[in-house]
């Protein structure tokens, strides 16, 4: 069966510092991958998107990046974090159906 | 005007009540429709799919209204343990399958 691994879960940084947060998922291949946010008491904002290795498309101008270096791996990364960056974010995978989330990361700029 | 749009809540309901939240979206090519509970502090799982002749699963029903481009949850005999936020997503027919969610509607049963 597929598993979606994403950490870590919780993660205080200091305003400037960079970030890298990971994505993996099992028992699929060529997967739909998604990096989604949500800030407190809203909705899911659909930052990246990727159909393949290398493959990423931006939805929103933001101060984050995201790669696929692996078919099955998403990363997120910043390299100069803002306290807006804060929130809780979340990894997904499709094949053409529904998406399954992993467990999300919680970052906290401080 | 958003693509997904719901109404926040919260709704706030005795057990064994019935409730039904509503969902509209923008993009009349859209043409899959997904219902997700999302509790406190988690990532959201999905609760159901929704077809176009309607499907049921349980105290859950969930309809598609194509025409006036809405779809709907409907819950029956609450329970506790349905308090959570319930997501209304939908997905386009390109190559990304991209889903869009909507912002949530907060239910909450009480005893």
């Known amino acids: 069966s597929q598993t979606i691994h994403q950490w870590p879960a919780t993660l205080v940084q200091p305003v400037g510092s960079p970030l890298s947060l990971e994505c993996t998922v099992e028992?699929?291949?060529?997967?739909?991958l998604y990096w989604y946010r949500q800030a407190a008491g809203r909705g899911l904002q659909l930052l990246f998107y990727s159909v393949g290795i290398g493959q990423i498309s931006s939805e929103v101008p933001q101060n984050l990046s995201a790669s696929r270096p692996q078919d099955r791996q998403f990363i997120l990364s910043s390299k100069k974090l803002l306290l807006s960056d804060s929130g809780f974010y979340l990894c997904a995978w499709t094949a053409n159906t529904e998406a399954f989330f992993g467990q999300g990361t919680r970052l906290t700029v401080v | 005007r958003k693509e997904v749009e719901q109404d926040p809540g919260p709704f706030n309901v005795p057990e064994g009540a019935t409730v039904a939240f509503n969902c509209t979206y923008s993009?009349?090519?859209?043409?899959?429709f997904f219902w997700y509970r999302q509790d406190c502090r988690k990532e959201p799982k999905l609760l159901m799919s929704v077809y176009s002749s309607g499907n049921e699963d349980g105290r859950f029903t969930a309809q598609l209204n194509r025409a006036s481009q809405y779809i709907s949850l409907l819950i029956r005999d609450s329970k506790l343990s349905d308090s959570a936020t319930y997501l209304c997503v939908v997905r386009g027919m390109d190559s990304s399958y991209k889903l869009i969610f909507g912002s949530g509607t907060r239910l909450l049963v009480r005893p």
């Open positions: 993009n009349s090519a859209s043409q899959s």
């Open positions: 028992g699929t291949s060529n997967p739909n």
